[in-house]
């Protein structure tokens, strides 16, 4: 009778774990759905309180509208040469001087907010590592 009741109880901790495992993969999906939700709802709320994701939310000390429009197309494009960029901006703003975005990216280089690297013999520009967690941050994905 004993030996019956041990065994009795072994199996019911062996349904009870894998009743466990079964919730444990049925809430996974959910979770994430949940996780992703709470992503979409938090855009939403930016879009709405703000207009649109603007490099200042982010970055308020960058004031300059050409320092945005720069940031705004190193948020679309990474390693960007200095006449990719100017073209980018001549295409938001309508006009962009190869010499003034070079002293803006300087500018934005020294506030640590763009980064420039060798690729071969050309120089490409990119947004920092911190800038690039923030903007994660801000839409809620951990980075």
């Known amino acids: 009778m004993a030996e019956d009741l041990a065994a009795e109880i072994k199996e019911l901790q062996k349904r009870i774990a894998e009743l466990e495992q079964m919730l444990a993969s049925i809430m996974k999906p959910l979770s994430d759905a949940r996780s992703t939700t709470e992503r979409y709802l938090r855009l ?3 879009l709405l309180d703000h207009g649109g994701l603007t490099p ?3 970055l308020p000390e960058v004031k300059d509208p050409i320092e945005r429009d720069i940031v705004r197309v190193l948020l679309e494009r990474q390693n960007q040469n200095i006449s990719q960029i100017t073209e980018l901006v ?3 703003r309508g006009t962009a001087s190869r010499r003034i975005i070079r002293k803006r990216l300087e500018i934005l280089e ?3 907010v763009v980064q420039k690297t060798q690729q071969g013999s050309r120089v490409v520009y990119s947004l920092t590592p911190m800038v690039i967690t923030k ?7 951990p980075k």
């Open 90 to 92: 001549k295409t938001r």
């Open 56 to 58: 200042d939310l982010i």
């Open 135 to 141: 903007w994660s941050q801000l839409l809620g994905f």
């Open 110 to 112: 020294q506030k640590q």
């Open 44 to 46: 939403a709320g930016l």
